[in-house]
């Protein structure tokens, strides 16, 4: 059993900073991708952010304001958000593509989601 689990989330003014983290547990043989995608009300879910070996990619509407991080040996992903704004408001969740088992397909596995409020 695998679980992604985020925290850091909560309320904050526009131009101020929060960062989220989120542990991947359990029975892990490799990640490969982990990455940050969120939903405002009433939108669908989009990427925010995207880590791989050496490779990160990002929104346009976070570039510069938003940083992604992984420590592999914790299994841990982080996102750094500064200059927050009102549009940043939503459900933020994390994602890892991972496989279990040296011979299992990679599986994508989500997080529960962490609330973000960004206050004008």
């Known amino acids: 059993q695998v679980q992604l689990v985020e925290s850091g989330g909560g309320l904050v003014q526009a131009g101020g900073s929060l960062r989220l983290s989120c542990v991947a547990s359990?029975?892990?043989?490799?990640?490969?991708?982990m990455g940050w995608y969120r939903q405002a009300p009433g939108n669908q879910r989009e990427l925010v952010a995207l880590i791989t070996s050496g490779r990160t990619n990002y929104a346009d509407s976070v570039k510069g304001r938003f940083t992604i991080s992984r420590d592999n040996a914790k299994n841990t992903v982080y996102l750094q958000m500064n200059s927050l704004k009102p549009e940043d408001t939503g459900v933020y969740y994390c994602?890892?593509?991972?496989?279990?088992?040296?011979?299992?397909?990679?599986?994508?596995?989500w997080g529960q989601g962490t609330q973000v409020t960004v206050s004008s």
């Open positions: 359990g029975s892990i043989f490799s990640i490969n991708a």
């Open positions: 994602n890892a593509d991972l496989n279990t088992r040296s011979y299992n397909p990679i599986r994508r596995y």
